[in-house]
């Protein structure tokens, strides 16, 4: 009897919340702006991704207010900076769903904060779009109205595994990361996968990132005889040590892996400009030049418009800016076709079939929030950076 | 009186009403913030004990915070036990968090404090790297999921309800707590150690008490913490809450409750409201810490303090009641102190060589001698600060081991110090009930809940404290800092301070030492009045005159040996004392 | 391999040797333990490659500018952070303004630098010999900064000003030694030597705002080992130091081995709070 009654009195504080934070609902006029709540971190630490992306959706949000907006309804960005930091991530949350009742959140884009507001978002029943690869962000039970619109961390692990093994026809190889959250737990999650693959381990291993030498590292991988290097981590520093060791040493060995292999910052850290050959990071065949040096149309129509506003490229990559400038086009598109509550937005994406944006061609079912398909993770040439786009790596049948 | 107690309470009442009548606002974003302002003030609360009142450099307390936040999140989750209801693994979170307080402060037992700051930012390294790398617990770097907490404290305002009940409960026990007899010896460690050992203030088990107590509540923070984030992974427990929860402290002011409890709230807030200026909050925090430090070193505390402004009285005159004394000291019966043989040696130099002296209850004992003939060295062997090489020390017959200062109170042994060792934070009224530290008889659990065993405690203590000051002459001052006393007044309460131990023995070291010729004579009688009341006191001097007005017998030092001993008549006409110190 | 561990062990540990000489000229200066040292540090490196990498200067130019800087900041530090203090009776009130400077400095660095590791310059334009200008450079700048320090308080007059003040500060006063010139000048020096070891180790660590707090911790070992004060105690310590963390990474690898480096420390200080070199505590009473 008296779990009925607490059944009873759960059921009403919930109906209660769901009142309070529930105000931006249907009938409000159609003049109120559109209100996206965005979570980048632009300062602090691994903030790069973050200030790019935010030039993307910047840029958007522009592009579709001068021309009018949604049906003559304006879009209002409603920014809040998280610094990567999981607690300023939550308040920002409870700011935008309670406060600022955004119709819809865009973000965070680091997957430490996306963890902590993806549950925070789906107690509030808000509409949530988010580009981190952390597999269990999306779970269609838990987080009904958690959209993805990136790889998750098992495409972009089989497409270096894939690369690894299947174009390099290397089998024994080494994975290393640094001792932060996404390394740690990346390392865990791929090892397996390669295995499975047919792989051997030759070293596993998470290391200090502040630690100056990891010639010791590469050391015991080359003795334990592995073939290719399989780095996970965003810390340009940790990679580029990796890449000026295996120069040091001198070893002719491959290294595959995280994006961030091909990033201006770890170019910049390199001791020579040729430790950075046979070095291969994960990239998005939208974003890619083909095998005859081009883009492909959208993303080249793109980046011409970028170059024309002046918007900075030599520190940044352009899939990021295409990222940060797809979500809110989506966001747009969806509420001009099927209004702004949280039923019609994710309804709409539940039937998205291959929309086609800069980044990526985005499919979602009511079973599937993932919405990269697998074919557009592929692995490209780190040294071939030019103007935020790689070649694509060899092996790809273009 | 029932104004008074207001007046004490008035700003925690304001608060309170503000924080029930908060959900009123409809604003679940304003809920969120103060439900977390509640979480980290449970945590602060009782590092507050720590580094407000012991004055233990604690930085990296965020190691506990992570430690019950994993605690809570794991044993809720249940993958490595069977799953169990957030309230039983909160009092889990509880019970680590308190065995690795324990942990974390025991260093401040051996260390110094920059020593100690260094070990707990050592700690915090090590918690957040174990679960990092313990996978299959913590879930490594990818984190675990926060609890949820059932019906009826559920997410929402339920849970800033329960978070603001818990929050509620800490300030009133850490509160009880600063009160007692426990807090008081708290700030006398932290202010003067010296003095806290020679009341009796066991050190070692009383932080460890407070460490557990902290421990605890940085668990339950902890796991209150993992459910408001809803996910934890150890990125989020970095450097910068462990500067916040320290910051909080000082900001607020060290030796307070209500000032720590606004700083809480301020730095929980602050950052809200700047958010533009959101890179900058770092550093806005170390400048703020950096103002406060090089003005207002009190913090939030002392500008609320307006009563320790107001001036005080210019022209103030000691009057002792020595009346009072039998009534306070209440000693019947007779006894000796006898030191046989002694012998300390620092390095090569004897300060003490062989000396063999006999003190009576009822006597006043005079120690004169040039400087380095061991006088203060005699004073320190009985009051346990040194350890002679040689002899041995009997109290009414029973062997008085060396060593221990702060086992001296308990055989009824008082003193006072050359540079009197004032709790300068605390009240006149303060300093003087540390002296009685010893006869409370109540636990800390009990002080905690001021359960009646504590309130009479508290009531005899104050008691014994104003009899006292009221003997020595410095009652009108009882609710005063201590550190806007003068410094013959500071003489007078340290002698206070000596008497609410009811000492059998008192020793006095340099009493008269930068006192008037008019306050020396009410000093002289004072003392005379306090041996005729049944204690026996040990006087070391320099002041001639008062030695010999007062003094029942007087001993002569020099290079640590009895140069001449006797009663005052027969010292002054002792030709080589008279020739060798006393002048013509 | 051995040669691995032998040569990053000894460079590393020569550029924590630095940052514990650091603490310990502010500390016989002052009495007081400077959060500052790690910053210092810090900043010897992201000036080095301010100066040298995107100003273009040439590396000695920017060597002695960043010691210039070095200094500067040595002596805001005594004025801003220590004096002030010094003259309250409150003991602990050095460790938040120090922290709070530092703080300050670390997070100005942060927002204007960044906080992603850049590169620092190569400083001498030859090709690699038997070692690396990496390895040598930080172990040269450690040996000629003790050498200094030994000539400096042992040969010359104002040396031994320093230390009449380290042992005695109302004695030396009383003697007529100017105590607060002499104060700035020790801050001074102890910034030029910080900033030396974040410039020397500027190839290995990289000019990163977060080797702040790195340095900070593993400068503090030294002095922790070798008992405060003690220069030639901070030089083994820190030496001793770096050979360890690097058997551990190459031994134990991965997360454990900072635990062990953090585990190891704690227990040490435990079993002898005073270091290994240091003398017991003072008079209380």
């Given amino acids: 009897m008296s779990v009925t009654r607490r059944k009873v009195l759960a059921g009403s504080a919930a109906g209660a919340a769901s009142l309070a934070s529930g105000l931006a609902s249907p009938a409000i006029a159609a003049n109120e702006p559109l209100r996206i709540g965005f979570l980048p971190a632009l300062t602090g630490p691994s903030s790069s991704t973050g200030v790019a992306m935010n030039r993307g959706t910047e840029l958007a949000v522009k592009e579709i207010n001068d021309a009018g907006g949604i049906n003559g309804r304006k879009i209002e960005l409603i920014v809040r900076d998280t610094q990567s930091d999981a607690t300023k991530a939550v308040n920002a949350i409870a700011e935008l769903t309670h406060r600022q009742k955004v119709h819809v959140v865009w973000g965070p884009l680091n997957s430490g904060e996306t963890l902590a507001a993806t549950p925070l978002c789906a107690r509030d029943g808000i509409p949530m779009i988010q580009p981190c690869w952390v597999d269990t962000l999306i779970d269609v039970k838990k987080y009904p109205m958690a959209f993805r619109n990136a790889p998750t961390n098992m495409q972009i692990g089989n497409a270096a595994n894939h690369y690894v093994m299947d174009v390099l026809k290397k089998k024994k190889v080494a994975v290393i990361g640094d001792n932060a959250g996404y390394a740690t737990a990346t390392v865990a999650a791929y090892v397996p996968l390669l295995k499975e693959k047919g792989a051997t381990i030759a070293y596993q291993g998470n290391v200090d990132a502040a630690n100056p030498d990891l010639k010791p590292e590469l050391l015991r991988m080359r003795d334990a005889g592995a073939e290719a290097i399989m780095p996970w981590s965003v810390n340009a520093g940790f990679l580029a040590r990796i890449l000026n060791a295996r120069g040091a040493m001198g070893w002719d060995v491959p290294v595959v892996g995280q994006t961030t292999l091909g990033s201006g910052q770890t170019k910049a850290l390199l001791e020579k400009p040729e430790n950075w050959e046979k070095v291969y990071s994960n990239n998005f065949k939208n974003c890619c030049y083909d095998g005859s040096g081009k883009l492909p149309e959208k993303a080249a129509a793109f980046r011409e418009k970028l170059a024309k506003l002046k918007i900075d490229m030599s520190d940044t990559l352009l899939w990021w800016i295409a990222v940060g400038y797809d979500a809110p086009t989506l966001i747009a598109e969806t509420v001009k076709a099927a209004g702004d509550t949280p039923k019609g937005i994710t309804g709409y994406w539940n039937k998205l079939t291959n929309w086609g944006g800069i980044y990526a061609s985005l499919t979602f079912t009511p079973e599937q929030h993932n919405g990269l398909p697998d074919a557009e993770v592929v692995m490209c040439q780190a040294n071939s950076l030019k103007d935020g786009a790689f070649n694509i790596a060899p092996g790809y049948g273009a | 009186m029932h104004l008074r107690w207001l007046e004490g309470r008035v700003t925690f009442l304001l608060l309170a009403i503000a924080a029930i009548g908060l959900p009123l606002l409809d604003d679940s974003y304003a809920g969120v913030i103060a439900t977390r302002a509640c979480i980290y003030w449970i945590l602060i609360a009782g590092l507050n004990l720590v580094v407000g009142y012991a004055g233990q450099i604690a930085i990296g307390w965020v190691a506990l915070l992570t430690l019950g936040a994993y605690t809570t999140a794991v044993l809720t989750a249940g993958t490595v036990t069977p799953e169990i209801s957030p309230y039983l693994a909160l009092v889990a979170s509880a019970a680590i968090g308190a065995v690795s307080g324990v942990i974390v402060g025991l260093p401040a037992l051996r260390l110094r404090t920059f020593y100690f700051a260094m070990t707990t930012l050592g700690f915090a390294t090590i918690v957040t790297q174990i679960a990092l790398a313990w996978k299959d617990v913590t879930g490594g770097g990818m984190g675990t999921p926060g609890p949820v907490f059932p019906w009826p404290f559920d997410p929402g305002w339920g849970f800033y309800y329960f978070c603001l009940i818990l929050a509620a409960l800490c300030t009133w026990m850490t509160a009880n707590i600063a009160k007692s007899r426990f807090g008081r010896s708290l700030i006398a460690i932290r202010d003067a150690e010296v003095a806290a050992e020679a009341s009796g203030v066991a050190k070692p088990a009383l932080l460890m008490t407070v460490f557990v107590l902290s421990g605890a509540l940085a668990g339950i923070s902890g796991g209150l913490f993992a459910s408001l984030q809803s996910y934890i992974t150890p990125d989020a427990f970095n450097f910068d809450l462990s500067v916040l929860f320290f910051i909080a402290i000082l900001i607020g002011g060290r030796g307070s409750i209500l000032g720590p409890l606004l700083g809480t709230i301020l730095l929980t807030v602050l950052p809200e409201i700047a958010a533009p200026l959101v890179a900058w909050s770092t550093f806005l925090y170390a400048a703020l810490l950096l103002l406060i430090v090089l003005l207002i070193p009190g913090g939030i505390a002392d500008m609320l303090d307006y009563r320790n402004r107001r001036p005080l009285q210019q022209h103030r005159e000691i009057v002792p009641q020595p009346a009072l004394l039998p009534g306070l000291l209440d000693r019947p019966d007779g006894g000796t102190l006898a030191l046989s043989n002694v012998a300390l040696a620092f390095g090569g130099v004897r300060a003490i060589d062989g000396l063999s002296l006999d003190f009576h209850s009822g006597e006043v004992h005079g120690l004169i001698g040039p400087n380095g003939s061991g006088k203060t060295t005699t004073l320190n062997v009985i009051s346990g600060y040194y350890r002679p090489q040689a002899g041995e020390a009997r109290l009414n017959g029973a062997v008085l081991p060396f060593g221990a200062p702060q086992k001296r109170a308990g055989f009824r042994i008082a003193r006072t110090f050359q540079t009197p060792r004032l709790i300068g934070g605390a009240s006149v009224l303060e300093n003087v009930m540390l002296g009685g530290t010893i006869d409370g008889r109540g636990t800390f659990a009990e002080s905690l809940l001021t359960l009646p065993r504590h309130r009479r405690d508290e009531h005899m203590l104050r008691e014994r404290a104003l009899q006292a000051l009221t003997a020595v002459g410095l009652e009108t001052l009882a609710g005063v800092r201590a550190d806007r006393l003068q410094h013959s007044e500071l003489r007078f309460m340290e002698i206070a301070r000596a008497l609410t131990l009811k000492p059998a023995f008192l020793m006095l070291d340099e009493p008269a030492a930068g006192l008037s010729a008019e306050e020396i004579r009410r000093l002289g009688a004072l003392i005379k009045a306090i041996s005729r009341a049944g204690t026996g006191v040990l006087l070391v001097e320099h002041h001639a005159d008062l030695i010999f007005d007062i003094c029942d017998r007087v001993t002569v030092l020099n290079l640590g040996k009895i140069l001449a001993a006797g009663t005052p008549a027969e010292i002054r006409s002792h030709r080589e004392v008279v020739s060798a110190y006393l002048g013509a | ?285």
Avoid at chain 3, 107 to 126: H, K, M, N, V, Y
Wanted: aromatic share 10%; hydrophobic share 60%; glycine share 12%.
């Fill in chain 3, 1 to 285: 391999m051995l040669e691995s561990i032998v040569s990053y062990g000894l460079a590393v540990g020569a550029v924590y040797a630095l940052i514990g000489i650091t603490y310990n000229v502010m500390f016989t200066a002052s009495r007081v333990f400077s959060f500052t040292a790690g910053m210092l540090g810090m900043l010897g490196g992201v000036l080095g490659a301010l100066f040298i990498d995107r100003m273009g200067m040439p590396a000695i130019v920017g060597l002695l500018l960043v010691l210039a800087c070095g200094a500067v900041i040595g002596v805001i530090t005594e004025i801003v952070a220590v004096r002030p203090v010094l003259r309250s009776i409150e003991q602990h009130l050095y460790v938040l303004s120090t922290l709070a400077f530092a703080l300050l400095v670390a997070q100005f660095t942060a927002i204007e630098w960044g906080t992603d590791a850049s590169p620092f310059p190569r400083l001498i334009p030859i090709d690699e010999g038997l070692l690396d200008q990496k390895f040598w450079i930080p172990m040269l700048a450690c040996a000629a900064t003790v050498l200094g320090l030994e000539f400096l308080y042992r040969r010359t007059l104002i040396g031994r000003a320093f230390l009449a003040i380290a042992e005695d500060s109302y004695a030396a006063r009383a003697l007529g030694l100017p105590e607060v010139r002499l104060r700035l000048a020790s801050f001074a020096l102890a910034g030029v030597i910080g900033a030396l070891a974040g410039f020397a180790g500027g190839e290995m660590l990289l000019a990163f705002f977060g080797n702040q707090s790195i340095l900070n911790f593993y400068g503090f070992v030294p002095v922790a080992l070798g008992g405060m004060g003690n220069n030639r105690g901070a030089v083994v310590g820190g030496l001793l130091l770096g050979l360890f963390q690097q058997a551990a990474n190459f031994l134990v690898g991965g997360i454990f081995a900072s635990v062990a480096v953090f585990a190891v420390f704690i227990v040490v200080l435990l079993l002898r709070p005073e270091g290994f070199a240091g003398a017991s505590g003072a008079r209380r009473v």
